[in-house]
């Protein structure tokens, strides 16, 4: 049953991402703000602001594949198609981003629709920009309207004081905020080339969000928005955007239920005066880099804020067939609620890993090619079992290697040091596949009592 | 936001089945029993017997599909394969079954294999029958060898005592348990075609089953075992299984989660004296029918049994552009925590049950498959979210409408009857997708503090 053949430890992957700081940098080319209009019954800021200040900036934008997509999802959508041809609405040109919060404005209906029209045409209004360059954010309480009075008296409010400062982005990611325990901020900077061969420029990419398990009857889970100095177009920055997002927010769990408003958007200013970037160049991959950096950032302090949560869970998955099948075990780990709750009891419980993995399917064919893998390849693959050899798998828990397939399946180990190991604000589980080069992560959290109480006791 | 409209009541549908009794009724042609053998440190009854006594019965069978099959699944495919050449081991020969309860035998490496053969050669030496002649099930704690000395112990002293008796199933049903909190039996009859042109023959199906949510380390959550007195080849017979299984066990979720062992076994004694069934005719739909009502009251008991639940959720989805989205749908809603929470909390939230619904995907195409559902429409389908229109989605919790699309969205209802309609052992959801004749039902249970507790703080 158990061997004690040494295995070579399951390090930690490197991500190869540029470091980030959890601290608010506003890029150039934005002012924004945030304040309290009293869309929340608690009072708190509930109305935050971004607006351009050299022109329309390129715009980039992940949205919900949730069928009840909320009304200023489809707003944002719509926009987008407007102002780029591109009849998904994944990229465009955009001056200016809206986010209330308090009321998800989804499942409202064309009324729904009407209000969120309303507000653009009130921003557009106090802005003087155009309504189709405008984003529309909004999360919290479903099914209930927007206050539009209240809504008009905060546009009028916070639009002529929007600040070209840190402080006025620190405001606008607590006016995101809705039952997070912390505002989520990322930050950082990458080198591009300049403009006309000239010396590298530094361009800053800096992301506010929310997001925490959903609780009833707020919804709308996760939103984030992501500025850059960087000057790129509108095609080219989704392109980066979209395989970013498959690495870090499509791998997110909290418990498994998605929303009706999950939205990210990017905005690029183009104020830092690098040059032209083309797609696949060596500056593209530098800045999507550095996207990527902010979005696993902030979709790990998502993940760390689960509700009820006492621990980050991250699982790095090596050794896959392909990233699609390490993505699809990795995802599959972080959402089991029986590695949720061993995660939650310090418990080094190998078997339920094991059994999360050969349970994992990989992401639908939509998710794959959004993510850059091979249309041919999801063709084949998508929703099917991840390729997994039982007897090539290696599992490490907190650095503890607990299973060897190779060494005959389970590996003595120190339970009781596994176990301290454990209790720590972040839970590393290291899986190897044995099969390929094929590497994912995902990030989750353990499942407790209190997500339990916090979503069953609330009463409507 | 609300709206008075009345909307036509969303009842429960029809299941088209047989009635089915809770209790156990032994078909002919088979002899049982279940002992304690001492696998289990409770000493509850761990071992269990199934032998036929009229040669060989048709045999078909449903396996896990979780990549990390167990000692037993693998050696009972095997043997399936040897006896029938159908190379998946889905149906074959068969004239006996063994079951260990204590240790599931996976994650054991080739020494588990070894074992499993063992046992199989020990039961054949202990009842003269062929090895590839009979067939495996265990479950309980993974990565342990079962106890070789004791299992040889149990089979010589539980082979000679077989009986063809109600009493020695309800036996054999006590020793497939493992944290179940209640033995599963469930019993139909149905009338079949004589054999030449006789009489109409009643044949009785019954079936016993274990399961309920893994609990660490015992992973093997889920075995069943029917049988029926009705002759039918086993191709024929596998053919009616899996479209069975697919709507009844494959609709089963208590935490998402699947197992090593997880297998049904169907055993067709064929003494009853009905006539030949040929694949496609009316005999073969009711024996199908009363396969698949046995198949639904032992998911259903198993639903309501998951660990620390205190409700057993039916959801039941009509209007959809086909099954499988519409059963993609109910167990989107079945699985989803945010409604296992809400069902907990008596709490009447259709906005978790509409975006659990946005969120459903289409099984993977190998189920699909399975459940007969065209292999064209497979390939386009194959996870592929459900199709789903807000606008003409309706919902009701325990028979209370609460949303109506075409009407605008949420409806007014009196949330102090709903909650307290909720308060009872069974919960109905009904979803009209609006757009088809696909239904689809799916079963689950409460997520409460129970849950955590029991997989938190079990401690390896």
Redesign the interface.
Known sequence: ?TTTAAIEPLAAQPTGLPDVERRAVLPAGFVVGGVAIGIKASGRADLALVQTTAGPAAAAAVFT????AAAPVRLSQANLAATSGEPAGRYGWAEAIISTSGSANA?????GDADQAEIGRLLAAATGLDFTRLLHLSTGI????LPLDKVAAGIARLAPTLAATDDALEAAAVALRTTDSVTKIATTTVELPGAGGGPAVAVTVSGIAKGV??I??R?ATMLAIVLTDAGVDPDVLAGLLRPAAARTWDQLSV??????NDTVLVLASGVAGNGPIEAGSAAAAELGRAIEAVSRDLARQQAADGEGATTLITCQVSGGLDDADARAVARAVV????VK??A??R??????I??????A??????VLEAAGIARDAAAVR?????V????RLRIAIAGYPV?D?AA???LDFD?AAARAAMDAPELLIRVDLGLGGGTGEAFGC????A???E??????
């Open positions: 049953m594949p949730n069928a009840f499942a409202t209906g064309p009324a479903i099914g209930t309207r398990g959903m009833h009857p919804m418990d498994g239920d998605t929303s009706t959402s089991s609620s029986l709750a061993a939650h009891g418990d080094p419980n190998w078997g339920r094991a059994g999360a993995a050969g349970n399917t990989v992401a639908d064919a939509a998508a929703g099917s079992p991840a997994l050899d039982p007897d299973f397939g005959g399946g389970p339970r353990d499942l407790t009592q997500y339990v109480i979503n069953s006791e609330y009463t409507t």
